[in-house]
């Protein structure tokens, strides 16, 4: 038996018979997500609700226009950093520290670096790093919420 289809004749029981396999390659279709519609405007809806809630705040006097400009330039670049690191994943070159990551997180980048983990689906199934990283989330929006009470804006005036 032969895989050509051409017949050969059947080896004895006495006879050797050299296996003949050769690796298969399977060729089975990924499965596609379904997500549904609310979970796929969700990376998006959270972040920008957070950069327009310091928008407004800003608007109110609540808070220097300075501050909202560094949260949009630092999601900026934390989604560009996170685009980045997984273009090095994806090719085996060197990677950005996570602990890089996790800096611009927690100094205001956290809105552009959730909307990448969502959209770029990159860092987003480590558990240890989801935690430090929602830990850093915590802290942020704390800090932010500190600026907000009267301690806060005594320092905010202080510095200008």
Request: net charge positive.
């Given at each position: 038996?032969?895989?050509s289809?051409?017949?050969?004749?059947?080896?004895?029981?006495?006879?050797?018979?050299?296996?003949?396999?050769?690796?298969?390659?399977?060729?089975?279709?990924?499965?596609?997500?379904?997500e549904?519609?609310?979970?796929?405007?969700a990376?998006?809806?959270?972040?920008?609700?957070?950069?327009?809630?310091?928008?407004?705040?800003?608007?109110?006097?609540?808070?220097?226009?300075?501050?909202?400009?560094?949260?949009?330039?630092?999601?900026?670049?934390?989604?560009?950093?996170?685009?980045?690191?997984?273009?090095?994943?994806?090719?085996?070159a060197?990677?950005?520290?996570?602990?890089?990551?996790?800096?611009?997180?927690?100094?205001?980048?956290?809105?552009?670096?959730?909307?990448?983990?969502?959209?770029?689906?990159?860092?987003?199934?480590?558990?240890?790093?989801?935690?430090?990283?929602?830990?850093?989330?915590?802290?942020?929006?704390?800090?932010?919420?500190?600026?907000?009470?009267?301690?806060?804006?005594?320092?905010?005036?202080?510095?200008?």
């Amino acid at each position: 038996m032969s895989a050509s289809g051409r017949s050969r004749r059947r080896p004895s029981a006495t006879e050797y018979v050299r296996p003949t396999a050769r690796p298969t390659r399977h060729r089975a279709r990924r499965e596609r997500r379904v997500e549904a519609p609310r979970a796929r405007r969700a990376p998006l809806a959270l972040p920008a609700g957070f950069v327009l809630l310091l928008g407004a705040l800003a608007a109110w006097g609540r808070l220097p226009w300075p501050i909202v400009i560094a949260y949009v330039i630092l999601s900026l670049l934390a989604f560009a950093v996170y685009a980045v690191d997984k273009t090095a994943a994806m090719r085996g070159a060197w990677r950005t520290p996570e602990r890089t990551l996790h800096l611009l997180a927690l100094v205001g980048g956290w809105p552009g670096a959730w909307a990448a983990q969502r959209l770029l689906h990159h860092k987003s199934r480590k558990p240890g790093f989801r935690v430090r990283f929602w830990g850093t989330v915590v802290v942020n929006v704390l800090a932010v919420a500190w600026l907000l009470t009267p301690g806060g804006r005594a320092v905010l005036s202080a510095l200008g």
